[in-house]
């Protein structure tokens, strides 16, 4: 039984690591801000253009794909209330060090490239803003890609303020984020009560493709699932959460609710307001699908100005919690001595994992350096599928995990998942992650992420090396239960 205090619990007994701090409401708002940020903005047209005024549906079939995986996060975050998430229940399902690693690597990859994405999508849309004011401001991808990095060193400086600031930030990006939603939804549905609103688009199937529905529905599904990840996230929270096991189930399920409702009202809102036949114009601006609404639907109101800097609120809160994740868990792959052990180095005062946030901006850096040399190809719609494709394939280990840990007799956990969700939900992720469901052009998502993985193979072999040759020791998890010890 936990011993209650004035004071935050920390996780680690004496040792001044991490804090709890997370309660049920700042966890629901982690989880609502990480899930509504820049996926609504980055993927609505490009669904749009796979699904016509379908718009809607492939948000609605996201949302249950990622509901099946987030039973097998439940029930395994439960058992085992650890921080290292995915990493854990692959390591304790089958046991295989390198396989551990990879999959924890896929996890910070795809924080980086969300935040990646998130920052371009900043960076466009700051500029665009000021350009509407009147401002004379650079509109160039240099200017862009200057924005975008300095946006990545901000979020350094208030990662390294701890977890309880980051947090607390996070509230207020949320409700902004939240209140821009709602502006998109009420301008739709204002369309709507007026009368200029064609509905009957809203189950019109009108593919810029050659599918057919359902083939087209699942491409939509894979863009979709972009903006429908996050909730994952809050499990490399665990241990700065209160009382995880209770009030992890009631507020997971609750953040993915609350999700696909503005998603799918803002969906309906898109069709409502932007004339068939112009879709494939509005995506051309990558980024300003949402914007259109605003500008379409209420010309007369200022809040055409505004709206493009609440915009660049939703996507830096997204980028601000993908780098909390990946710090954290660069953290804590540190003190399994399968990283360097450098990164798992904490602020004595702060006591923030500042190793790990160095680390992980260095590669978002790099990251948006080199997919700025590719400026000729849709670098949103590469950075947000890779993301979503690293996602599935994880969220595909963790089902299976979920099935063999069933097995486990030493796990007590509060959840159980119905027996056929996890197998559900693993053929679901691997079905998305097929290049079926992608185009042709977009294949370069299995560049990227083998790329990343690579890399990742890369510094596994080095960190074995050093640890023979500098410690005479196997490289391996050695206490994977208590990864943020």
């Known amino acids: 039984m936990t011993t209650q205090s004035a004071e935050p619990v920390d996780v680690n007994g004496p040792t001044p690591d991490l804090k709890r701090v997370l309660g049920p409401k700042l966890l629901l708002l982690f989880i609502v801000g990480d899930i509504l940020g820049a996926g609504i903005y980055a993927v609505t047209g490009e669904m749009a253009l796979e699904v016509g005024g379908l718009v809607w549906l492939p948000f609605i079939v996201a949302f249950a794909v990622a509901t099946l995986t987030a039973f097998s996060y439940l029930e395994l975050v439960t058992k085992y209330p650890q921080a290292a998430g995915a990493a854990l229940y692959t390591h304790k399902a089958f046991g295989i060090h390198f396989v551990t690693f990879l999959v924890a690597f896929a996890v910070i990859c795809s924080g980086i490239t969300s935040a990646s994405t998130s920052s371009n999508l900043l960076a466009t849309n700051l500029l665009a803003g000021f350009d509407g004011l009147g401002w004379d401001v650079p509109q160039g991808q240099t200017a862009i890609t200057a924005v975008a990095m300095g946006f990545m060193l901000l979020l350094a400086v208030v990662n390294l303020r701890g977890v309880g600031e980051s947090v607390k930030f996070n509230v207020v990006l949320t409700l902004i984020e939240m209140a821009a939603l709602v502006i998109v939804i009420l301008i739709g549905f204002w369309v709507m009560a007026k009368g200029d609103a064609d509905m009957g688009r809203i189950v019109v199937f009108d593919s810029q493709s050659d599918r057919g529905l359902f083939l087209a529905v699942t491409v939509a599904t894979a863009i979709a699932f972009f903006a429908m990840v996050g909730f994952e996230d809050s499990v490399n929270m665990v241990e700065e959460t209160q009382d995880p096991v209770r009030i992890f189930p009631r507020v997971m399920f609750t953040g993915l ?229």
Request: a neutral charge.
């Open 257 to 485: 609710g609350i999700a696909v409702v503005f998603y799918v009202l803002v969906a309906l809102s898109v069709i409502a307001v932007i004339p068939e036949g112009q879709i494939e114009a509005v995506v051309a601006d990558e980024g300003k699908v949402l914007l259109a609404v605003v500008e379409k639907g209420a010309p007369g109101l200022p809040i055409d100005k505004v709206f493009p800097f609440l915009t660049v609120i939703a996507v830096a809160n997204t980028a601000l919690l993908n780098m909390l994740m990946a710090s954290r868990l660069l953290y804590g792959l540190a003190h399994q001595d399968v990283l360097p052990r450098t990164l798992g180095k904490v602020l004595p005062g702060r006591r923030t994992p500042y190793a790990g946030i160095i680390f992980s901006t260095l590669l978002a850096l790099g990251l948006i350096a080199v997919v700025t040399v590719y400026a000729d190809t849709s670098l949103i719609v590469a950075l947000s599928g890779t993301t979503a494709l690293l996602l599935l394939c994880v969220f595909a280990v963790v089902n299976v995990a979920c099935m063999v840990l069933r097995r486990d007799p030493r796990a007590e956990g509060g959840f159980q998942a119905p027996r056929w969700v996890p197998l559900a939900g693993a053929v679901a992720c691997l079905f998305l992650a097929g290049p079926w469901a992608r185009d042709r052009e977009d294949w370069i998502q299995y560049q990227v992420a083998g790329g990343l993985l690579l890399l990742g193979i890369v510094l596994w072999a080095f960190t074995w090396f050093t640890n023979r040759a500098v410690r005479a020791k196997k490289t391996g998890f050695r206490d994977i239960e208590h990864m943020e010890d």
